[in-house]
C-alpha cells in the first residue's frame, strides 16, 4: 500500500470507529465491531505480508553490497562501521530502508487500530453502563 492510500485508510479507521453519545449508536457500534475487525485484520496481515518480504529482500540486498564493497573493492575497510557507512550510500538500498520505515509505521498503526477496535467491545459496555446507571436503568 502507498502511504497515500494508507493516509486515506487512516481518515476512513477513525470515522469508521466513532459513534455518537447515545445508546442507539453505541448499539449499533457494537454490532460492527466484529466485521471492522475482521476488515482491518485483513488488511494488516497482508502489510505485515509485505513488511516481511521487504525484510528479506533488504537483507540480500546488504547481502550483495557487503560482497561487494568488501571483497570487490581496492578499499581497505578499517571496521564494521566503514563498511556500513559504504553500504548505506547505495541508493537502492535507501530506498528499500525508506519504504521499511514507511510499511513499519503502517503495520504499528495498524496494529494499534486492531487493539482499538478490540477494546471498544468493553467501552461500548461501560458506555451503556453509564448511560443506564444516569436513567437509573440499573
Known sequence: MRIEDFNMLKIKAEKEIQFKNDIDSAMEMSSRIPNLYMKYLDIYTAEFNDLKKLSYKMEKKYGELLEETKFNSTMVWKDKWEL??????????????????????????LEELLGNINRMGYSIKAFVDCKKMMFGLQ
Open 84 to 109: 556500513e557507512s559504504q553500504i548505506n550510500r547505495d541508493t537502492t538500498y535507501y530506498d528499500m530502508k525508506v519504504e521499511y520505515a514507511q510499511k513499519e509505521y503502517m503495520v504499528k498503526y
